[in-house]
């Protein structure tokens, strides 16, 4: 799933520059969701982080699940699930794997900044 999440991030930006790249959002966006929901990846870190690549696809106003606001609070679940909001000092764990969390839960908590005052709804966070 995170691999074609950075593909929907890549087509997004590339279609403000080229029209064909459009469709692929789609494509990608879909093919994204249904490996999320048949939950193919064990690492709960990746769901963070594809949910909040997901973010990217926000064209879809009508369809819920389309929606950054969604996909902030499903990332935001997740991470609090997985103890990302406790500190990390005496975790025993990698380092790098510390600071990757670290980094996630920073970019979480700014994304459900933004995601919340652009759509007017309370913050998950």
Request: contains cysteine; proline residues 2%.
């Amino acid at each position: 799933p995170l691999f074609n999440a950075v593909l929907l991030v890549g087509a997004h930006v590339l279609s403000a520059q080229r029209a064909e790249f459009r469709p692929y959002q789609d494509v990608f966006f879909r093919r994204t969701k249904e490996l999320v929901y048949s939950r193919v990846e064990q690492n709960r870190l990746v769901y963070v982080q594809v949910a909040l690549l997901l973010t990217w696809y926000s064209d879809g106003l009508e369809e819920v699940v389309a929606n950054a606001w969604y996909w902030i609070g499903s990332a935001a679940r997740t991470a609090i699930g997985l103890g990302m909001n406790r500190a990390s000092t005496n975790a025993r764990t990698l380092d790098s794997l510390k600071r990757t969390w670290i980094w996630v839960w920073w970019v979480l908590f700014q994304f459900d900044t933004l995601i919340s005052l652009s759509y007017g709804r309370p913050q998950c966070l």
